[in-house]
């Protein structure tokens, strides 16, 4: 399949890894969280990982973060070892949580980063007013975290992800613990940001539709070892409404994922 | 004002036990007085009414309870007894109480004559020796509180502070005050150290551990994902200290200072009581045991309590006010 889908800078890949190893020594012996994993990741690409509990797909992204410090293979980032693109503010990580600071206002949330990295306060400023805006969050920004909903605090923290400028963003099942109708919206949401901002979305899930739905690249996982083993590159376009997922195009793709799920992964 | 009623309740069940053990704690008393006034009562002579027991005593001669709670110097004290004590050792020290005015020359910044200021000035007053305990207790509570956070800050970011500090803390705390308040007196006094700070270094000794305890959980009580959103923005050590570590653990901080601050307080006390302090609530407590004073032991004992509680709703005050402007009360 080839993509006719985001404009793609000919160059070479902002994410890679090559023969990725991590194996996590436990009391019942070692675990296998990622065997011999290849894959490259453009600038631009809005690249999904999915597959069931226990398939690496969030340890993959955490190794991509320098949370996690492979135990063989290679991977760079923007071209550096994980950790110097950390230090280089390579990129902006979301957890399945929220996990705004409860004793900080939705724009003291945002400045946490803005803080930490030293930027003065006129430039912070103006930067929480303009991720506000671009999460449709303005005017919110004196409230504190319990005041607002679940789906309103997720995107505070996406906005918390974009404040310094990262050209990634690493997104951890940002929406698992969201109700569908809510989802739906941000998934919405999340795909105009894209588009606005053209950054490089790393993203976990679950869920096939989400996948499908908001990617140029499918990385499909399976357990015991964590591997990939099937990665599509979506021929939907790039602006996608929501009743796309009603199309044979997308049903068709859902399909490839669906069955790259089952082969990889014994239901027994 | 929804507080009141279970706080009058509880104040009038404790009433109504007091006043109710008057009676027994003070009978024998009452009776052995009785005897010696020529009064009929049953069995008639000392030595028998030794080997009767106290309710018999009781049943058998009702007509002697009464006095009971007339004696000068009982076993206990009747509630109306302390409370007379108390105003008499307060307001009841007021003579010629009048309004000066601030004279241009004149020393005195309240401006009311010496005899309004003998509340607070006489050395009988209670007020003037709960001061005396006070200030010491709330240097104490400083140092020891200073002390705590310090150490809490070390056993977090040091291992060796975390394997080697929290048993000699917890042993600290197993060893009598009682035992070791007259060698720190003693010792310090042969250094030339005396007054406020012998007395505060011992109430630091009690109170600096709840705060150590309560802010190493404090500080640690960060979760794994928290922590992991600073490393995502490479953040130093003291940065997360001071943006996550230290106000997640204020909720923790504050439960610990309202142990701290009462445990201050006895310490403060119990520093007092082998040292033979002239000044203070301890200093009462003792030398009404000296004399079998049992009204004005109850009496510092009460100020002693009054004075805990108006501690503990400083703290509960400040904790408010923090944890509303920090967003943590809903």
Not at chain 2, 69 to 78: G, I, S, V, W
Not at chain 2, 247 to 265: D, E, N, W
Request: net charge neutral; glycine share 8%; proline share 6%.
């Amino acid at each position: 399949m080839t993509t006719a889908t985001a404009p793609q800078i000919e160059s070479s890949p902002v994410i890679s890894a090559r023969n990725l190893d991590l194996t996590f020594e436990t009391n019942d012996g070692p675990v296998h969280a990622l065997k011999g994993v290849d894959l490259d990741i453009a600038q631009g690409e809005f690249v999904s990982f999915i597959g069931p509990s226990g398939c690496g797909k969030t340890t993959f992204l955490r190794v991509i973060a320098a949370l996690e410090q492979p135990t063989g293979g290679e991977i760079t980032v923007n071209g550096m070892s994980p950790d110097e693109a950390r230090r280089n503010r390579a990129y902006g990580y979301v957890f399945q949580a929220a996990g705004l600071y409860p004793w900080r206002t939705i724009e003291k949330n945002i400045k946490l980063p803005l803080e930490i990295m030293g930027f003065d306060r006129a430039e912070q400023e103006r930067r929480v007013e303009n991720v506000l805006d671009l999460v449709d969050l303005a005017g919110f920004g004196k409230k504190f975290p319990w005041q607002l909903s679940g789906g309103m605090q997720q995107r505070a923290s996406i906005a918390r992800a974009l404040a310094f400028d990262a050209d990634i963003l690493l997104m951890d099942e940002p929406f698992g613990a969201l109700d569908e109708i809510v989802r739906d919206h941000l998934n919405e949401q999340l795909l105009q940001l894209w588009a606005r901002t053209n950054k490089t979305i790393g993203f976990v899930t679950h869920s096939i539709p989400e996948a499908v739905y908001l990617s140029t690249k499918i990385v499909v996982m399976s357990p015991r070892p964590g591997r990939i083993t099937d990665v599509i590159d979506s021929p939907l376009p790039k602006e996608r409404p929501l009743n796309i997922r009603d199309s044979s195009e997308f049903l068709e793709i859902a399909t490839r994922v669906r069955d790259g799920l089952r082969a990889g992964h014994a239901y027994d | 004002m929804r507080n009141v009623f279970p706080i009058l309740t509880i104040v009038a069940v404790i009433f109504a036990i007091w006043y109710a053990a008057v009676i027994p704690m003070n009978f024998r008393l009452a009776l052995d007085a009785a005897t010696r006034g020529g009064e009929e009562v049953i069995p008639a002579t000392p030595d028998e009414q030794g080997e009767t027991g106290l309710i018999r005593l009781m049943l058998d001669n009702p007509s002697v309870m009464p006095a009971a709670y007339a004696f000068e110097r009982p076993r206990l004290p009747q509630p109306g007894w302390v409370a007379t004590e108390i105003y008499d050792a307060t307001f009841g020290l007021i003579r010629r109480c009048e309004w000066q005015g601030w004279g241009e020359d004149s020393d005195n910044w309240t401006g009311l004559s010496d005899g309004c200021l003998r509340v607070v000035a006489h050395n009988r007053s209670l007020i003037f020796h709960a001061w005396q305990t006070m200030a010491p207790t709330l240097l104490g509570f400083a140092i020891g509180t200073g002390l705590g956070i310090l150490l809490a800050v070390g056993i977090v970011h040091n291992r060796v502070m975390d394997l080697g500090v929290m048993p000699w803390a917890i042993a600290s705390q197993t060893i009598p005050i009682l035992a070791i308040a007259p060698m720190v007196i003693v010792v310090l006094n042969a250094v030339g150290v005396q007054g406020l700070l012998p007395k505060s270094l011992i109430s630091s000794y009690l109170s600096f551990f709840p705060v150590v305890v309560g802010m190493v959980k404090g500080l640690r009580s960060p979760g794994a994902m928290d922590l992991d959103l600073m490393q995502t923005y490479s953040a130093s050590r003291s940065q997360i200290f001071w943006k996550l570590r230290l106000p997640s653990s204020l909720p923790y901080l504050f439960a610990s200072l309202k142990v701290g601050i009462a445990a201050a307080l006895v310490g403060t006390i119990v520093a007092e009581l082998p040292t033979g302090a002239r000044f203070g609530l301890g200093a009462r407590l003792l030398t009404g045991s000296y004399y079998g004073q049992t009204v004005q032991i109850w009496a510092a004992l009460i100020m002693a309590a009054v004075s805990a509680a108006l501690l503990v709703w400083v703290i509960t005050t400040i904790e408010k006010r923090t944890l509303t402007t920090m967003g943590l009360n809903r």
